[in-house]
């Protein structure tokens, strides 16, 4: 028999899901269930997974057939299984017929509602192996109580001495189910959580905990050191991939926490690490927690370069402005070419790949998501802050702008990597900008060309940890002077090692995290000069050539690439995006506002 005969028809107008039985037994007995017709409003528990290998399945018996499932929910249903009462489970693979794309659609619209229903959703986390023991005790351990010290060399008399086992706590958090974008929203929807991990239970409180724990002591406080955890010859990179896995987790207990409407475009951003075996739920899968975006776009049946597509155009028209364009990545260089029409899905060159996870390039996402966090400090575009998209094909993108200048000169790329900021790179920028001769030369818009320089550098925003701010965002005299002492510390610390007689500060909290901060406004960047005398940050990819367009809608510039020659007098032209960018002098509307003062008026372009 067909096991698709074990899936009645579910009513769209009713809003009908279907419930799993899991029939009592003990641990070792076949797995038996049954499916029951029923609405959201009904008591059940909802299994947040990971699905795992489609080829690794086990049998289990559903209305009296044999239905192969992945090992890991067969897994997972074993281990919840009572020996005595039926329980009342939402479970995505068998509750949805996953060959009938109508109903696919519709129960994938309706996930939200039923993980924000459900009376408690059951996080499996897989079998603990006996290697991950340390690492599940330190998480009950440091998650109960988060003001117990990891250093050793800092706890009191009364604290206990536990090991901070690291490595295996990092391999934990690594767990699959923290790398999938669907478990996201069915975490953060939950009215109860619990995390189970073979015979260990955790609660919500004890997975944030943790992360409040390792922030309050590596990040906020600095009291603890990792050197006297790991050891000094053994810590490598550890502590900046588990500051990563820890950061990565602390952006879900926020968005937990939070209140309010969520916007496509900040979750699909801070998550862009988490994957999917089918790249449309990059879209897809967060939905859920979006307001902005419509569940109408949810169509297994359509290609992901439509997908994509219509999520873009959807950000901006809901929007007004372009910053979904600021999410289009550089080519990977590690992509053969053979592969890359394959990898980017066909995508048009204004459309942000959102499948492109950057498995081993953390800091460039996190770059990004630090830029973006500054994009609503600037106003390029001035008056002209409404963008009115139009799609003449799928594939092109139709919109209104004023062209700037070109790229005349660029410096080297900043690559992030290891939370590092570059000393070669810099020297380079400082030397193609010539500021250690003329520091004072006159820049451009005003000031000085030493003054244009480090400022754009942090995109002329204050630096978060300076409290003397006192709530102004734009750069001052405070962040000069962490600039120049930041500048001299790396020197110290990379040129002039043996200089006697000098007070070194490198490793300390604020220069650390200032120089972090610099290292991720401009990550995956290159600093320019443009045709005009003009200092920027373009995406390292840019080229000599290539336009620099005020868009309207467009909070920051936006580099263009000319697709053919177009003459003076014509009235649009076609490009290739390539990114956006941070042009000072513009930043605050000053070139829109002398050019509209002029009688220049935005013409069309169109991206392809």
């Not at 988490?274 to 359509?302: C, H, M, S, W």
């Not at 996870?357 to 996402?365: D, F, G, I, K, T």
């Not at 990819?541 to 690439?561: C, K, S, T």
Request: glycine share 6%; charged share 25%; net charge negative.
């Amino acid at each position: 028999m067909d096991i698709t005969s074990i899936y009645t028809p579910l009513s769209k107008e009713k809003a009908q899901i279907r419930i799993l039985l899991l029939l009592p037994g003990s641990f070792n007995d076949p797995i038996r269930c049954d499916l029951s017709v029923e609405s959201t409003q009904v008591t059940f528990e909802a299994l947040s997974y990971v699905w795992g290998d489609m080829s690794d399945t086990l049998p289990i018996e559903i209305q009296g057939q044999r239905k192969k499932v992945t090992k890991n929910l067969e897994a997972a249903l074993r281990h919840m299984r009572s020996e005595s009462e039926t329980r009342r489970l939402w479970v995505d693979a068998v509750c949805i017929n996953q060959d009938d794309n109508i109903e696919r659609k519709h129960q994938v619209g309706l996930m939200d509602k039923i993980y924000g229903e459900a009376e408690r959703v059951i996080v499996w986390l897989g079998q603990w192996q006996s290697g991950q023991l340390p690492a599940l005790q330190a998480v009950q351990h440091f998650g109960a109580n988060p003001d117990l010290h990891w250093d050793p060399t800092k706890r009191t008399p009364t604290e206990e001495n536990i090991e901070a086992p690291t490595l295996q706590l990092l391999m934990w958090l690594r767990n699959a189910w923290y790398t999938r974008i669907w478990t996201l929203q069915e975490a953060i929807l939950a009215k109860s959580l619990i995390y189970i991990c073979g015979s260990f239970v955790f609660q919500r409180g004890e997975i944030d905990g943790i992360v409040e724990s390792f922030q309050r002591h590596f990040s906020r406080n600095n009291c603890c050191s990792m050197m006297n955890i790991e050891g000094k010859y053994g810590l490598g990179d550890l502590d900046i991939a588990l500051s990563y896995s820890m950061w990565r987790m602390a952006q879900m207990a926020d968005l937990q926490k939070k209140r309010g409407p969520t916007e496509f475009l900040d979750v699909a951003s801070r998550f862009r690490h988490r994957q999917a075996t089918n790249p449309r739920d990059k879209v897809f899968g967060v939905l859920g927690l979006a307001n902005d975006l419509p569940k109408d776009i949810i169509d297994y049946e359509k290609s992901i370069a439509e997908i994509y597509s219509s999520a873009t155009i959807e950000c901006i028209k809901n929007s007004g402005n372009l910053d979904v364009l600021s999410h289009v990545l550089p080519k990977s260089q590690k992509i053969p070419k053979d592969e890359a029409a394959q990898e980017n899905h066909s995508l048009p060159s204004w459309v942000p790949d959102w499948s492109d996870h950057r498995p081993n390039e953390a800091w460039r996402l996190l770059g990004l998501c630090e830029r973006q966090s500054l994009t609503k400090l600037f106003n390029a575009c001035h008056q002209n802050s409404q963008a009115c998209p139009e799609c003449p094909s799928q594939s092109q993108l139709g919109l209104m702008g004023i062209f700037f200048d070109k790229i005349h000169e660029f410096g080297e790329s900043m690559i992030f990597r290891s939370n590092t900021v570059k000393p070669s790179v810099l020297r380079n920028w400082r030397k193609m900008v010539n500021i250690d001769n003329e520091p004072e030369a006159p820049y451009i818009s005003g000031s000085t060309m030493f003054d244009a320089y480090w400022r754009t550098l942090c995109m002329n925003t204050a630096f978060a940890d300076d409290s003397s701010v006192a709530g102004s965002k734009k750069a001052n005299a405070d962040t000069r002077a962490l600039h120049d002492t930041a500048w001299w510390e790396l020197l110290l610390h990379d040129k002039y090692t043996d200089l006697p007689g000098q007070t070194r500060r490198y490793d300390t909290p604020v220069i650390r995290a200032f120089l972090s901060h610099i290292g991720f406004l401009s990550s995956g960047r290159k600093l320019f000069i443009s045709e005009k005398g003009y200092l920027g940050l373009a995406p390292e990819d840019a080229q000599d050539g290539d336009e620099i367009w005020i868009l309207n809608g467009g909070r920051v510039p936006l580099i263009l690439r000319p697709i053919r020659e177009a003459p003076v007098e014509a009235t649009q032209s076609d490009y290739t995006f390539v990114g956006d960018s941070y042009v000072h002098g513009i930043m605050d509307g000053e070139f829109v506002d002398a050019s509209m003062k002029k009688g220049e008026m935005p013409r069309p372009v169109v991206l392809v």
